[in-house]
């Protein structure tokens, strides 16, 4: 039976460092100590039930051993504040007024369409309608609008380019030739591979960021009066 | 969070009371079964021991097996229970050589099978 208690609490834990490193995009709205032990009770209440030849103790054992440590941790997290962020983690602040944090993107295991497609599902749909955006310890999504932010936003905003590549889909769905912004590239001095998220809209806005750099903002107009 | 403590305290007791229970239990359960194995064997090899002998061990064993049932894995239970009944039939048909192999199985499975559920490193991984 203490053979059962170690050996979950070993799991309990390879578990949890196993979900940390995987970044906010493995949770939602839980911690990622609770996903966890939602992953482990069910199929530990599961097996003794469905395989006779185990004893009902060890399941119970197990289901008890792993509330104990839900205890302990939640004591912790509540607790311990430097505990705290090495089991929940902490806020990750992708969006900043200088645009897109690439680094924290990528330490969450996330690229800029995982970030639009979050904007776009809080109402955001412009990168540059907001100051602040983030990924709460839980995996969910935050974000602080600029003030007036809604009357920029009268166009949808289509990713042109994304790290460097030419997104085909959204070029096609522009009606827009790959040319037209390699020309505005080469009018702004950067180079295509350097660039972390180019996106246009329908009213010729052009939301520009190489890596490393602040966004900029360009208005244009596009061949033959083409808008969406 | 007092209630939170305590019922954290009261589990974690509990589990560890249980365990160290357990211990014990298999432990004393499985000492007794081998040595009244152990006493078969001696008899056998002497060439005294017969189908009664064989049937107070086994029946022994079967009072054991339903209380062991609530700790351990039937499947090892098991393992005793089919050498077991194997060399009871042995001595009641006068295979002496055969029953006393399967005798020195039973009794080295109740040697180790406690210490397979201690917590070690070899046991743990």
Redesign the interface.
């Known amino acids: ?3 059962i ?3 979950t609490a ?1 799991i309990f834990l390879v578990l949890l460092v196993i979900m940390r490193l995987m970044g906010k995009r493995q949770i939602g709205e839980m911690q990622p100590f609770e996903l966890v032990i939602t992953l482990l009770i069910s199929e530990l209440a599961c097996i003794p039930m469905a395989d ?4 009902l ?2 399941g119970v ?1 197990s289901v ?2 792993i ?2 440590l839900h ?2 941790v ?2 912790i997290d509540l607790k311990g504040k430097p505990f705290k962020a090495l089991l929940s983690g902490k806020p990750s602040v992708v969006v900043n007024k200088s645009g897109i944090d690439a680094y924290e993107l990528k330490r969450n295991r996330l690229d800029v369409s995982d970030l639009i497609e979050s904007l776009r599902a809080a109402g955001y749909f412009s990168l540059d309608s907001i100051d602040y955006a983030l990924y709460e310890a839980n995996g969910t999504f935050s974000a602080l609008p600029k003030q007036g932010y809604e009357s920029g936003q009268n166009s949808l905003p289509l990713v042109i380019l994304s790290s460097g590549k030419f997104d085909g889909k959204n070029l096609k769905f522009s009606g827009l030739k790959q040319s037209f912004f390699e020309e505005l590239l080469r009018r702004e001095g950067v180079r295509q591979r350097d660039v972390l998220v180019l996106t246009a809209d329908g009213a010729g806005k052009i939301y520009l960021q190489e890596n490393g750099k602040k966004y900029r903002t360009l208005q244009t107009a596009y061949p033959g009066g083409r808008s969406w | 969070m007092v209630k939170s403590l305590l019922s954290m305290l009261l589990a974690g007791l509990l589990l560890l009371g249980a365990a160290v229970f357990e211990g014990l239990f298999v432990r004393t359960q499985f000492e007794a079964f081998g040595e009244e194995v152990s006493a078969l064997i001696q008899k056998a090899e002497e060439g005294t021991a017969n189908e009664t002998d064989a049937e107070a061990v086994f029946s022994a064993w079967e009072q054991r097996r339903d209380r062991l049932h609530i700790w351990l894995p039937h499947g090892d239970i098991a393992r005793i229970d089919d050498y077991l009944s194997e060399s009871v039939r042995c001595l009641k048909e006068g295979e002496r050589e055969r029953a006393l192999a399967k005798l020195e199985i039973v009794l080295r499975i109740s040697k180790t099978l406690p210490s397979t559920y201690l917590v070690s490193l070899p046991n743990l991984f």
Do not use: D, K, W
């Not at chain 1, 006779?52 to 004893?55: D, E």
């Open positions: 039976m203490a053979l208690m170690v050996r070993i006779a030849s185990v004893p103790l060890y054992v008890v051993t509330f104990v205890e302990l939640t004591l």
